[in-house]
Structures are given as structure tokens and as C-alpha cells.
């Protein structure tokens, strides 16, 4: 008798260790999985095709509760302008426009670019090209932005996300620069490029495996059977 007390309390102490991590999680411990891809690309327009993997379930274990896409973009280029009209201009700048979007099966982004850069003022123009009062070096200017967008559901909503395969998040970008302040100018356009950063964030909880249930049963059994014989 004394020995199958003690090996019934040997056996549910062991069996209650094993089970006791997943049943934490089982709780609703929520965990998130990420990943990120940069991209850059010449303009206007530009693509790019970013394959992330899909939410792996592991059979079942892991329940997917929410997607979410995040995206930080910019476009730029090195830019020039020079005022080509007799007339001075005193707000002469550059300005630049476009936008940028991205797609992740359900999820999707817009980002938009409106900036204005100005020169201070240039001078009428003075016959000679590319230097002098009536020119300006702007040099690297940008526009930049960020968006995101997210997806919360059952893993029956949530399907397109799941698998062992991957989706791509296709970037698309356009934008142009034009020159304020001026009736008359020139505007010169070098490294025209988009670029930027794509994050997807996998969140779910963890379920503890049917044979985790099982043992977890078997403890308390054990454990119910030794105080009846004690």
C-alpha cells in the first residue's frame, strides 16, 4: 500500500510539471511573430516584390488572432533647378508629389508625399546655364510616410495568412518634382528613387497539444486515486 501511495504521488508531480507550460499558454498568452524587408527601387514609377512567409500553425497548435502590415516609405532624388525667366523669383523651390502603396493579401497601405522645398529666392536669369544667381543646388530632398493596416479574426478569417508557403507584399511608387515660383525654369533630376521598409506582425496564442491534455487528465486521475487510497 505505502508503495503505490508513493509512486501515485511520484506520478502526479511529474505529469503535473510536463503539462504545467502549456496550460499557461492555453490561458491566452498571446505571442506575436515578426519579420521585416527593406526595399529601394528607382522611379517613376517603381515595383518591388517582397515574399514573407505565412503563419505556420504547427497542425493546429498555434491560433492565429491578428495580422498586421506595417510600412515606412520615402521617395527623393537629388535635385536642381535654375530660374529661366527675366523676371526674379523670390519663392522660387521645388515641390514634390506622388504616393506609395502596398499589398499583403487582405491588408493593404497608401502612403502619400506633398513637400515643398524652397531656395530662399533666385535672381532673373543671367543667360548661363547651370551656375550663377538665377541657379539653386537643392541637393537630397525627400518625402517620406508611414501607414499600416490589420486584420483581426478566426484562423477561418485569417486563412490567406495561413501555411508553410509565403506571400509577397508588392510595393508600387510614383511621384515627380515641379519647380514653384517660376513661369520659366529648368529643373534637373538625378537618383530618383523610392524606398522604405515593410514589417508583417503575426499574433496568436498557443494551445497545448492533445497530448498534453491527455497526460494533464492522467495527473489529476492519479492524483484523485492516491488520496482515496491514502
Given at each position: 500500500?505505502?508503495?503505490?501511495?508513493?509512486?501515485?504521488?511520484?506520478?502526479?508531480?511529474?505529469?503535473?510539471?510536463?503539462?504545467?507550460?502549456?496550460?499557461?499558454?492555453?490561458?491566452?498568452?498571446?505571442?506575436?511573430?515578426?519579420?521585416?524587408?527593406?526595399?529601394?527601387?528607382?522611379?517613376?514609377?517603381?515595383v518591388?516584390?517582397?515574399?514573407?512567409?505565412?503563419?505556420?500553425?504547427?497542425?493546429?497548435?498555434?491560433?492565429?488572432?491578428?495580422?498586421?502590415?506595417?510600412?515606412?516609405?520615402?521617395?527623393?532624388?537629388?535635385?536642381?533647378?535654375?530660374?529661366?525667366?527675366?523676371?526674379?523669383?523670390?519663392?522660387?523651390?521645388?515641390?514634390?508629389?506622388?504616393?506609395?502603396?502596398?499589398?499583403?493579401?487582405?491588408?493593404?497601405?497608401?502612403?502619400?508625399?506633398?513637400?515643398?522645398?524652397?531656395?530662399?529666392?533666385?535672381?532673373?536669369?543671367?543667360?548661363?546655364?547651370?551656375?550663377?544667381?538665377d541657379?539653386?543646388?537643392?541637393?537630397?530632398?525627400?518625402d517620406?510616410?508611414?501607414?499600416?493596416?490589420?486584420?483581426?479574426?478566426?484562423?477561418?478569417?485569417l486563412?490567406?495568412?495561413?501555411?508553410?508557403?509565403?506571400?509577397?507584399?508588392?510595393?508600387?511608387?510614383?511621384?515627380?518634382?515641379?519647380?514653384?515660383?517660376?513661369?520659366?525654369?529648368?529643373?534637373?533630376i538625378?537618383?530618383?528613387?523610392?524606398?522604405?521598409?515593410?514589417?508583417?506582425?503575426?499574433?496568436?496564442?498557443?494551445?497545448?497539444?492533445?497530448?498534453?491534455?491527455?497526460?494533464?487528465g492522467?495527473?489529476?486521475f492519479?492524483?484523485?486515486?492516491?488520496?482515496r487510497?491514502?
Open positions: 500500500m505505502g508503495y503505490r501511495q508513493t509512486l501515485g504521488a511520484g506520478v502526479f508531480v511529474a505529469i503535473a510539471l510536463l503539462a504545467a507550460p502549456a496550460s499557461v499558454q492555453a490561458d491566452g498568452d498571446m505571442f506575436t511573430e515578426e519579420q521585416t524587408q527593406d526595399f529601394g527601387f528607382p522611379l517613376s514609377p517603381g518591388a516584390t517582397l515574399p514573407f512567409d505565412q503563419f505556420d500553425d504547427e497542425g493546429g497548435l498555434r491560433i492565429l488572432s491578428k495580422v498586421t502590415l506595417l510600412v515606412d516609405g520615402m521617395i527623393g532624388a537629388d535635385i536642381t533647378a535654375e530660374n529661366d525667366s527675366t523676371i526674379p523669383a523670390p519663392d522660387f523651390g521645388v515641390a514634390i508629389a506622388g504616393f506609395m502603396s502596398v499589398a499583403f493579401a487582405d491588408l493593404g497601405t497608401v502612403i502619400g508625399f506633398d513637400e515643398v522645398f524652397s531656395s530662399g529666392g533666385v535672381a532673373p536669369s543671367d543667360g548661363v546655364t547651370g551656375s550663377g544667381p541657379f539653386f543646388d537643392f541637393g537630397s530632398v525627400f517620406s510616410g508611414s501607414d499600416m493596416d490589420m486584420l483581426m479574426g478566426t484562423p477561418d478569417e486563412a490567406a495568412f495561413i501555411g508553410v508557403g509565403t506571400i509577397n507584399a508588392s510595393v508600387f511608387a510614383s511621384g515627380g518634382f515641379t519647380v514653384v515660383g517660376s513661369t520659366d525654369s529648368t529643373l534637373t538625378d537618383n530618383f528613387e523610392g524606398s522604405g521598409t515593410v514589417q508583417i506582425i503575426y499574433e496568436y496564442k498557443l494551445i497545448p497539444a492533445p497530448g498534453a491534455l491527455a497526460l494533464l492522467l495527473g489529476g492519479v492524483g484523485v486515486r492516491r488520496r487510497r491514502a
